[in-house]
Structure formats: structure tokens, C-alpha cells
């Protein structure tokens, strides 16, 4: 099992910085992805960026060159959001994967006012 516990969201004005991080414990191995992905009032769950254990990363076309996702060691994640805008208003939830298994965090709520 893993355990994900994400810290960081908030509200924010348009334009502003926001820096979101997962820490990871339980059964976790040196080899994995994790990342992070949002959802919406009312709209699917959605991939925002992730990054490997090699530090390959990938980007929703969406917050490329707003938002950077770095990793500290193998179990700690951080998001770093500059120029926030509404759109970017969600629950961004932390990811865990490796062979087949997921495990999400609980969430962590992100505003953003106009």
C-alpha cells in the first residue's frame, strides 16, 4: 500500500503562485511515476503534469510553461503553479503509479479569483 498526503493548495488572485507537494510513504519503490491531476466542478478528472523517477516529465498542454513539476528524492513531489488563472480553480490530486498500481491522494482544494 501507499500513502499520499498532498499540502499546499489555497486561494490565490489571478496571476499569482501557488506550490503544491506529495509525500509518499508505504511500499514504495525507487521506480515510479507520480504526478498530479485536477478536477473541476463538474468536469472529469484530468492530468496536469508528471513526472518519472528519472525526472521525465510531461505536461497538460494547458499549463505548459506556467506550471513545473520537480521531485526531491523518490517519494516526495512538488507542483509549481505561477500565473494562476480561474480556469485553473480545482482539487488537485496526487498520483502514484508503478506496474499497473495507482494510488491517489486525498486532495488538496486550489482557487483561483478573478
Known amino acids: 500500500q501507499v500513502q499520499l498526503v498532498e499540502s499546499g493548495g489555497g486561494l490565490v488572485q489571478a496571476g499569482g503562485s501557488l506550490r503544491l507537494s506529495c509525500a509518499a510513504s508505504?511500499?514504495?519503490?525507487?521506480?515510479?511515476?507520480m504526478g498530479w491531476y485536477r478536477q473541476a466542478p463538474g468536469k472529469q478528472r484530468e492530468l496536469v503534469a508528471t513526472?518519472?523517477?528519472?525526472?521525465?516529465t510531461k505536461y497538460a498542454d494547458s499549463v505548459k510553461g506556467r506550471f513545473t513539476i520537480s521531485r526531491d528524492n523518490r517519494n516526495t513531489i512538488n507542483l509549481q503553479m505561477n500565473s494562476l488563472t480561474p480556469e485553473d480553480t480545482a482539487v488537485y490530486y496526487c498520483?502514484?503509479?508503478?506496474?499497473?498500481?495507482?494510488?491517489w491522494g486525498q486532495g488538496t482544494q486550489v482557487t483561483v479569483s478573478s
Open positions: 498520483n502514484y503509479y508503478r506496474l499497473g498500481q495507482t494510488y
Open positions: 508505504g511500499s514504495i519503490f525507487s521506480i515510479n511515476t
Open positions: 513526472i518519472t523517477s528519472g525526472g521525465g
